[in-house]
């Protein structure tokens, strides 16, 4: 859960997390939490007057740290329906009698309002049992579900999982049905036309994608799109000048990461460095996605690196990249083992340099970056004084017939 910092005080704004609760015997419970372990209970299943009669007898316990929040909680259950009004009532969840659970969270800001749930419901509320997740025995289990029954979220799910096989023509008329469909609200509307702008993209319909942008209600995601078709032109100048005076900052919480991030990119390219570095900060705050997050540090690193002089900041980034990993698989990662190992080798930290590759599967690795890993490790192994091993790396590029002759002649004449 992200959070806002006022100097070294976070300051968290409306946050509360809910449990919401149906068991095998009683229709459905509510708890509702915040970061001062400050819990209100509910009986939902009880006459509206009564709801707050209940209470759960929940031990709670939550821990601020500087950029989240947990919840840790004991929630005491019954078979002994007598006293309605203490405690879950419920037998243990099976797979036939199973609980119906959810975690939801409602973040309001100045700049925003977020609604997040582990199951999504699909709306704005949380209150809608239909759409908890099962559970039982510590794990969920998958029901057979009505095919017929269709609404956002079953078709947003169904119109991702074309994305991810590249079907980008029906992912787009599946994107742009959806958004077309009769009681959406202008937030599902906005995501809707933006994966068809981004399909439209992929197809390098430049044209459509300008067209569905043109169409999204909310202003900030719109502006974030074209700013993204822009990006895809390599027009950074043009970024730069749509929103470049925007204070980002006073855009909707959930939505300053993606811009921060192309606005970054763009000043990045354009040699704006210090700018740059400040969008890259900003965007690095507010991106939720671990994999973008991913990105965004790579990014600021090279520019730590090549443009503001500062290799150990730069350093630092990489290692984050990959820090507490047994292996890695994303070309960013991949790139950040190359450059930390780089940096290193100018601090003569050679062992140092060389602990870094211990993140690569060099026997399962394939393609264009098993042979990138290789002269990278082969060219630390050459300034650590150990050439025999280097030569054994270089040897595996050049009888390569996958890799490139580019790879090839750096395997020939290293770095």
């Known amino acids: 859960i992200a959070t806002e910092k006022n100097g070294d005080q976070a300051i968290w704004y409306g946050d509360v997390v809910e449990i919401e609760l149906a068991t095998d015997s009683h229709s459905y419970y509510q708890l509702a939490i915040n970061p001062a372990s400050a819990l209100v209970d509910l009986d939902r299943g009880a006459p509206r007057n009564k709801w707050f009669n209940w209470s759960s007898k929940a031990e709670v316990a939550t821990n601020i740290a500087d950029d989240h929040w947990t919840i840790e909680m004991r929630i005491p259950v019954t078979q002994d329906a007598n006293d309605p009004l203490h405690q879950v009532i419920g037998r243990k969840p099976t797979q036939s009698l199973p609980w119906h659970i959810n ?23 949380f209150h809608s049992p239909l759409k908890f997740a099962h559970f039982y025995s510590g794990r969920s289990h998958q029901f057979d579900a009505d095919v017929t029954v269709v609404d956002y979220l079953i078709s947003h799910r169904a119109a991702g999982s074309l994305v991810r096989q ?62 993204q078709i822009l990006a895809t032109q390599r027009k950074w100048m043009e970024i730069v000048t749509q929103v470049g005076s925007e204070e980002l900052t006073n855009w909707p919480f959930w939505q300053i990461g993606a811009a921060a991030y192309l606005r970054g990119k763009a000043r990045y390219f354009m040699k704006n460095s210090k700018q740059a570095d400040t969008d890259l900060q900003l965007a690095l705050r507010y991106e939720p996605d671990k994999r973008i997050q991913l990105n965004i540090r790579t990014l600021m690193a090279s520019n730590c690196e090549t443009e503001l002089g500062d290799k150990e900041r730069a350093l630092k980034l990489y290692r984050q990249n990959i820090e507490g990993m047994k292996k890695i698989g994303a070309a960013d990662e991949f790139r950040s083992v190359d450059r930390a190992a780089a940096i290193l080798c100018t601090d003569l930290k050679y062992d140092e340099a060389i602990e870094i590759f211990r993140v690569v599967d060099y026997e399962k690795l394939t393609g264009f970056w098993l042979y990138e890993m290789l002269i990278s490790k082969a060219n630390t192994l050459i300034l650590a004084g150990r050439k025999a091993e280097a030569e054994n790396l270089y040897r595996r590029v050049i009888e390569a017939d996958q890799a490139s002759e580019e790879q090839r002649i750096r395997a020939l004449v290293p770095q």
Request: proline content about 2%; some cysteine; hydrophobic content about 40%.
């Open 103 to 125: 975690i939801c969270r409602q973040r309001i800001r100045n700049n925003g309002i977020e609604y997040s749930a582990f199951s999504p419901t699909g709306s704005k509320g």
């Open 166 to 227: 590249r079907k980008w023509n029906d992912a787009l008329d599946e994107y742009i049905a959806l958004s077309e469909s009769e009681q959406i609200n202008d937030f599902q509307k906005s995501d809707a036309l933006a994966e068809a702008a981004n399909c439209a993209l992929a197809l390098n319909e430049l044209a459509k994608a300008e067209k569905l942008a043109r169409l999204i209600p909310i202003e900030t995601i719109s502006e974030t799109v074209h700013m």
